[in-house]
Nanobody
Framework: QVRIVESGGDLVQPGGSLKLSCVATGRIFSSYTMDWYRQAPGKSRELVGGITRTGRTNYADYVKGRFTVTRDNDKSTLYLQMNDLKPEDTAVYYC?????????WGPGTQVTVSS
């Protein structure tokens, strides 16, 4: 049974930083590519970036150079370091296995960027 729990979201000023965490269990974590997504109010969920089993990363253009995805396989934990945050980064952030397992999503963690 997949269980995903995201944490670390907060209210932060523009230009600030946050580090999100996601503990994902129920699958062999180290065997999966892991992705971060976000969903802003009134918008569809979108892919932010991800990391393969071997540590190769990819990012959406709107976060390149500002966000960094890392993983700790021993802790079944995915991280998202977010720097130079902008108001348009305000969203609920989620992580999930890639490919999706079909067992749903975690609760997400709210990131609000506002002065």
């Amino acid at each position: 049974q997949v269980r995903i729990v995201e944490s670390g979201g907060d209210l932060v000023q523009p230009g600030g930083s946050l580090k999100l965490s996601c503990v994902a269990t129920g699958r062999i974590f180290s065997s999966y590519t892991m992705d971060w997504y976000r969903q802003a109010p009134g918008k569809s969920r979108e892919l932010v970036g991800g990391i393969t089993r071997t540590g190769r990363t990819n990012y959406a253009d709107y976060v390149k150079g500002r966000f960094t995805v890392t993983r700790d396989n021993d802790k079944s934990t995915l991280y998202l370091q977010m720097n130079d945050l902008k108001p348009e980064d305000t969203a609920v952030y989620y992580c999930n296995f890639n490919p999706l397992t079909g067992e749903g999503w975690g609760p997400g963690t709210q990131v609000t960027v506002s002065s």
